[in-house]
């Protein structure tokens, strides 16, 4: 059987495209989130602007976090299989996390942006009112505003241990079984317990069911193989070139698909969980056949602070927006895809540096008065 590598580095090519994709879906796709002062030029071929579709797929971006969170819970499954292990694990993600939510308090008494409530404030610590959804009226206030990401990841490696139990039979069963768990479980609460009604806990599994799916999804594919076994029958039938043509034809396809408004039931469906896993095998296999060092270079260096960067490219989409400006200097979409992601990775070293030089300094002081004593 010919294996499909799915290691360090195909992660972190994945992490790369999936921050860019992000970047590009969440300041080229949503107009409404744009002062007016603010405009951008678009590309048209007729009446339809390609830098609009484009960043309409970009949304794929957090599946492809989500699908790798559980590769690798499955390849890492020895480090995730105590709930000790995992409250570290939390405990250090959400660490890192304060920090960050730390610069936008900076920001709020900087800029003047309207601080949180307690309650809010409180929620804002664990990703929880974020993960509610986008109601910009209901966040007046200022916060990380795209880390939902973090109660969902905490959600996810709070029932990791539980994964290996209930995965045991093959992909499709274990697939029903997930997605029975999890849909089946929000329908209870959404239809029976809540009956429709808005509420904290009702949005948090909503999306945990949406983005978990595609995590557990992600389990199972390193689980029993399954990209090896897709990659295998692929190489018997189809040549290189071939193979890489069809890969480049499907991401076609799903960027049409996914803009084709008939097709808005998928995604309420899940209907990410289809695209997800064909969108990274296209992309692994592109980038295996043109094997470009500069590019893997670059892809690289974005996923070792593609979580900062996912967390700290809000500072643009405040309440007041004071500093978004900043952002669509270029005017042009590319442009503005490559100036956003150049400030935020030097924002997000420059933030990496002095948190580890914070870190040394106040090790040195503890030992010096260790010492002392």
């Known amino acids: 059987m010919q294996q499909f590598s799915f290691g360090k580095r195909e992660t972190q090519l994945l992490k790369g495209i999936a921050i860019i994709a992000m970047f590009f879906h969440h300041f080229i796709g949503f107009p409404q989130w744009r002062t007016p002062d603010n405009p951008i030029i678009l590309t048209y071929i007729g009446s339809i602007a390609i830098d609009e579709m484009l960043a309409s797929f970009g949304k794929i971006c957090v599946g492809i976090f989500a699908f790798i969170s559980g590769y690798v819970l499955f390849i890492k499954q020895n480090e995730y299989s105590c709930f000790k292990s995992v409250i570290k694990r939390i405990v250090g993600f959400l660490i890192k996390y304060w920090g960050i939510f730390f610069v936008f308090l900076i920001y709020v008494f900087i800029m003047k942006e309207p601080f949180p409530s307690v309650g809010m404030f409180l929620q804002q610590c664990f990703g929880i009112s974020t993960a509610t959804g986008f109601d910009w009226a209901y966040f007046s206030t200022i916060h990380p505003v795209f880390a939902w990401y973090v109660s969902f990841y905490i959600m996810f490696l709070l029932i990791s241990p539980l994964l290996a139990r209930l995965c045991r039979r093959n992909f499709i069963v274990d697939s029903i079984l997930i997605s029975g768990i999890l849909f089946g479980g929000y329908f209870i609460l959404n239809r029976l317990i809540f009956k429709g009604s808005i509420s904290t806990i009702q949005t948090l599994f909503s ?139 030097a924002f997000s070293r420059i933030l990496r540096f002095t948190a580890r030089t914070a870190g040394n300094i106040f090790r040195r002081i503890t030992t010096v008065k260790g010492n002392l004593q």
């Not at 070139?241 to 499907?250: D, M, P, T, V």
């Not at 469906?269 to 997800?276: C, E, K, N, P």
Request: aromatic content about 20%.
């Open 207 to 345: 999306s945990f069911a949406t983005w978990g799916h595609i995590g557990m999804l992600g389990y199972l594919f390193a689980k029993y193989n399954i990209y090896t076994v897709f990659h295998t029958f692929l190489s018997k039938h189809l040549r290189k070139g071939i193979l890489l043509a069809a890969s480049i034809f499907a991401i076609i396809a799903m960027v049409l698909l996914w803009n084709y408004t008939g097709i808005v039931w998928i995604y309420k469906m899940s209907g990410l969980s289809i695209f997800t896993p064909i969108f990274i095998y296209a992309v692994l296999t592109i980038l295996n056949s043109i094997s470009w060092k500069p590019l893997e270079f670059i892809l690289t260096r974005l996923s070792e602070e593609s979580t900062n960067m996912w967390f700290l490219h809000g500072i643009f989409f405040t309440p007041l927006k004071t500093c978004q400006w900043i952002a669509y200097l270029p005017k042009y979409p590319i442009f503005i895809l490559i100036w956003t992601l150049l400030v935020m990775y």
